[in-house]
Nanobody
Framework: QVQLVESGGGLVQAGGSLRLSCAAS??????YGWFRQAPGKEREFVAR????????TYANSVKGRFTISRDNAKNTVYLQMNSLKPEDTAVYYC?????????????WGQGTQVTVSS
């Protein structure tokens, strides 16, 4: 059974850092993405990584501050978040795609809360 388990969320002051983890069990996927949803807002794309090539894509709002990476041995994807801003406050979700087609994700994690205080 496939499971994506996120961890690493929490409360941090503006300017601080957090690292989110997404551990996948059951199989390896072609690509993984991080998304976030703030209260009253739609879910938005944050970052994406292709598993084999390691190539990455970022939303403009996080480019230069966030880094997505993977650990092949642990079958885990990370989101390093630096220079956090209050507007980064949201529930962050990890997603996995079997095909790697952009925007197409087959499994989602339960989400982890990130709160950035000003």
């Amino acid at each position: 059974q496939v499971q994506l388990v996120e961890s690493g969320g929490g409360l941090v002051q503006a300017g601080g850092s957090l690292r989110l983890s997404c551990a996948a069990s059951g199989r390896t996927f072609s690509s993984y993405g991080w998304f976030r949803q703030a209260p009253g807002k739609e879910r938005e794309f944050v970052a994406r990584i292709r598993w084999s090539a390691g190539s990455t894509t970022y939303a403009n709002s996080v480019k230069g501050r966030f880094t997505i990476s993977r650990d092949n041995a642990k079958n885990t994807v990370y989101l390093q978040m630096n220079s956090l801003k209050p507007e980064d406050t949201a529930v962050y979700y990890c997603a996995a795609s079997k095909t790697g087609v952009i925007g197409q994700y087959d499994y989602w994690g339960q989400g982890t809360q990130v709160t950035v205080s000003s």
